[in-house]
Protein backbone atom coordinates (compact mmCIF):
# COMPACT_ATOMS: atom_id res chain seq x y z
CA UNK A 1 0.00 0.00 0.00
CA UNK A 2 0.64 3.79 -0.20
CA UNK A 3 2.65 5.94 2.48
CA UNK A 4 1.15 9.27 3.12
CA UNK A 5 2.58 12.93 4.18
CA UNK A 6 -0.64 14.14 5.68
CA UNK A 7 -0.04 17.95 6.62
CA UNK A 8 -2.98 19.49 8.41
CA UNK A 9 -2.35 21.99 11.36
CA UNK A 10 -5.27 21.46 12.48
CA UNK A 11 -4.81 18.26 14.98
CA UNK A 12 -8.38 16.97 15.43
CA UNK A 13 -8.59 16.76 11.28
CA UNK A 14 -5.02 15.48 10.88
CA UNK A 15 -6.36 12.85 13.77
CA UNK A 16 -9.44 11.82 11.60
CA UNK A 17 -7.75 11.57 8.42
CA UNK A 18 -4.36 9.40 9.55
CA UNK A 19 -6.89 7.48 11.48
CA UNK A 20 -8.93 6.49 8.23
CA UNK A 21 -5.93 6.34 5.62
CA UNK A 22 -4.58 3.63 8.40
CA UNK A 23 -7.42 1.90 8.33
CA UNK A 24 -7.54 1.44 4.51
CA UNK A 25 -3.70 -0.11 4.72
CA UNK A 26 -1.78 3.06 3.76
CA UNK A 27 1.28 3.71 5.90
CA UNK A 28 1.14 7.70 7.43
CA UNK A 29 4.02 10.09 8.02
CA UNK A 30 2.76 13.25 9.99
CA UNK A 31 3.37 16.89 9.73
CA UNK A 32 1.45 19.71 11.27
CA UNK A 33 3.42 22.69 9.34
CA UNK A 34 5.63 23.10 6.15
CA UNK A 35 8.84 22.66 8.51
CA UNK A 36 7.93 19.39 9.67
CA UNK A 37 7.18 18.65 6.15
CA UNK A 38 9.63 19.14 4.44
CA UNK A 39 12.01 17.54 7.09
CA UNK A 40 9.93 14.22 6.27
CA UNK A 41 10.19 15.03 2.30
CA UNK A 42 13.95 15.13 2.58
CA UNK A 43 14.43 11.90 4.85
CA UNK A 44 15.32 8.87 2.76
CA UNK A 45 11.48 7.77 3.88
CA UNK A 46 9.40 6.25 0.69
CA UNK A 47 6.43 9.01 0.02
CA UNK A 48 3.99 8.32 -2.86
CA UNK A 49 1.78 10.69 -2.07
CA UNK A 50 1.10 14.07 -0.26
CA UNK A 51 -2.16 15.45 1.07
CA UNK A 52 -1.58 19.31 2.28
CA UNK A 53 -4.23 21.69 3.37
CA UNK A 54 -4.15 24.85 1.93
CA UNK A 55 -4.15 27.43 4.45
CA UNK A 56 -1.56 26.46 7.41
CA UNK A 57 -1.53 28.51 10.49
CA UNK A 58 2.46 28.74 10.57
CA UNK A 59 3.60 30.49 7.44
CA UNK A 60 1.90 32.54 4.25
CA UNK A 61 -1.93 32.07 4.01
CA UNK A 62 -1.16 29.57 0.92
CA UNK A 63 1.09 27.42 2.89
CA UNK A 64 -0.04 23.87 1.34
CA UNK A 65 0.74 25.77 -2.40
CA UNK A 66 4.52 26.64 -1.44
CA UNK A 67 4.38 23.36 0.23
CA UNK A 68 3.19 21.23 -2.66
CA UNK A 69 5.36 22.87 -5.25
CA UNK A 70 8.74 22.27 -3.03
CA UNK A 71 8.11 19.17 -2.51
CA UNK A 72 7.22 17.84 -6.04
CA UNK A 73 10.74 19.53 -6.77
CA UNK A 74 12.38 17.30 -4.22
CA UNK A 75 10.28 13.95 -5.31
CA UNK A 76 8.70 14.60 -8.43
CA UNK A 77 6.68 11.36 -9.00
CA UNK A 78 4.54 12.72 -6.10
CA UNK A 79 0.90 12.91 -6.20
CA UNK A 80 -0.99 16.03 -4.18
CA UNK A 81 -3.75 16.13 -2.62
CA UNK A 82 -5.21 20.01 -1.47
CA UNK A 83 -7.71 20.35 1.09
CA UNK A 84 -9.24 23.19 2.66
CA UNK A 85 -12.22 24.63 4.22
CA UNK A 86 -12.05 27.91 2.35
CA UNK A 87 -13.86 28.69 -0.71
CA UNK A 88 -11.13 27.72 -3.97
CA UNK A 89 -10.70 30.97 -6.22
CA UNK A 90 -9.52 30.35 -10.11
CA UNK A 91 -6.53 31.80 -8.97
CA UNK A 92 -6.05 29.16 -6.36
CA UNK A 93 -6.74 26.45 -8.47
CA UNK A 94 -3.79 28.45 -10.63
CA UNK A 95 -1.89 27.40 -8.29
CA UNK A 96 -2.14 23.73 -7.72
CA UNK A 97 1.19 21.62 -9.76
CA UNK A 98 0.30 19.32 -12.27
CA UNK A 99 -2.20 16.56 -11.59
CA UNK A 100 -3.21 17.51 -8.08
CA UNK A 101 -6.26 16.89 -6.92
CA UNK A 102 -8.77 19.02 -4.73
CA UNK A 103 -11.17 18.03 -1.48
CA UNK A 104 -13.09 20.76 0.45
CA UNK A 105 -13.35 20.43 3.86
CA UNK A 106 -15.71 19.09 6.33
CA UNK A 107 -15.18 15.70 4.04
CA UNK A 108 -16.53 12.60 4.64
CA UNK A 109 -15.25 9.32 5.50
CA UNK A 110 -16.15 8.22 1.71
CA UNK A 111 -15.24 11.31 0.36
CA UNK A 112 -11.64 11.04 1.78
CA UNK A 113 -11.50 7.52 0.75
CA UNK A 114 -12.47 7.92 -3.00
CA UNK A 115 -9.82 10.83 -3.05
CA UNK A 116 -6.83 8.90 -1.07
CA UNK A 117 -7.68 5.86 -3.55
CA UNK A 118 -7.42 8.28 -6.66
CA UNK A 119 -3.95 9.28 -5.48
CA UNK A 120 -2.65 5.88 -4.88
CA UNK A 121 -3.86 4.55 -7.80
CA UNK A 122 -2.04 7.46 -9.81
CA UNK A 123 1.24 6.89 -7.66
CA UNK A 124 4.01 4.61 -9.05
CA UNK A 125 4.07 1.89 -6.06
Known sequence: MAIILVVEDDAIIR???????EEWGHSILSAGDVEEALSHLNSSNQIHALMTD??????EAHGGFTLAQEAVKIRPQLRVLYTTGHSLTDEMKGQFVEGARYLAKPYTERQLREAVDHLVALSSL
Do not use: T, V
Open 15 to 21: EFAEMMI
Open 54 to 59: IYLKKG
